[in-house]
């Protein structure tokens, strides 16, 4: 992974990793000198004390133990002073490999920035390819709806930038780079007039028949034609005269007539039956290809075919990678993954 971001960084990652153990195997020869002299001197006490202790009546008889007093006291002492050493030595050795660390970090962090700054590093970068279906996932309130809000310039960004065919968003008008996306909610939103008014809401020009097959494709034809006047059926204020998966494959229909390059889904398919869902993915995949798609999905397994899967949490893109690798990863995205499938 560090390779593919940046080689450079890489070899000074991989110069810097052996500079620290190079760097404390002075202190630690002198480290281990200082633990072997205070070995001995150790050893030496402790006999002394076993001898004295043992032959204590021939102390006292030839009145040695002033004498034994001070030798205690000497081996004592330089005891305490080897002691002292060896610990001093041996303190020094991970100050020694922290700072080596650190002047790893901050050379890194100074190249890093160097190269960003000449254009030949991006911060955040998150490279979507044409054609390709990303997937946003999450827990609730990490900031998935959001993004996609940032993407459509609802919300205006603060740093950094998104660029659309390489272009600023924000050197666009709304309308310009609005025309490049379609958009279907989770929360659906249809206006009181007929079902075709509805579907044409989505771009000036459509004529009847793209219309149908918009609907045919989102798997929304075959009900609207049960309806009294079809497409002429006259919605009241909300939609409320039909079902929710119903008003919710309409929304679908609707983004597909609007032919979009990229197409972001909220939850699209979050109030439509297991059946119905099938077949809008199959409909789906035959309507993505050549078009980038972002998908906001709960249910784990409708995205896992796609290309490039953003684990976000707390407004931040933990992980990135697809189904496979981050499974393999075996992180964040896998802890929710096996969560739903346990």
Known sequence: ???????????????????????????????????GNQQELLGKMNGFIEEMYNGQSVVQTFNYQERA???????????????????????????????VNNVGYAFSAVIGC????????TVGNVTVEPGQKVAIVGPTGAGKTTLIN??????????????????????????????????????TWLFEGSIMENLAYSR??????EIVA????????????????????????????????ERQLLTIARAMASNPEIMILDEATSNVDTHTEQKIQ?????????????????????????????????GDIKEVGNHDSLMELNGKYAMLYNSQFA
């Open 214 to 245: 918009a609907s045919k494709a989102a798997c929304a034809d075959g009900f609207i034609r049960t309806m009294p006047g079809a497409y002429d059926m006259e919605l009241s204020k909300g939609a409320e005269n039909i079902s929710q998966g």
């Open 282 to 314: 199959q409909a789906m995949a035959q309507l993505m290809k050549g078009r980038t798609s972002f998908v906001i999905a709960h249910r784990l397994s409708t995205i896992k075919d796609a290309d490039m899967i953003l684990y976000m949490e707390n």
């Open 204 to 209: 000036d020009g459509l004529t009847e028949n």
């Open 1 to 35: 992974m560090m390779l593919r971001i940046n080689p450079w960084l890489t070899l000074l990652t991989i110069v810097m990793v052996p500079l620290s153990p190079i760097a404390a195997l002075g202190v630690m020869k002198s480290s281990a000198k200082h633990f």
């Open 69 to 99: 007093k001070r030798e205690f006291e000497e081996l004592n002492r330089k005891l305490q002073n080897s002691s002292q050493s060896a610990e001093i030595a041996s303190g020094k050795i991970s100050p020694i490999t922290s700072l």
């Open 114 to 121: 160097l190269f960003v700054l000449s254009g030949r590093m």
């Open 150 to 187: 940032l993407l459509m310039r609802f919300y205006e960004i603060n740093s950094g930038e998104i660029l659309v065919d390489g272009v600023n968003t924000k050197e666009m008008t709304r309308k310009e780079l609005r025309n490049h996306f379609g958009m279907v909610l989770q929360d």
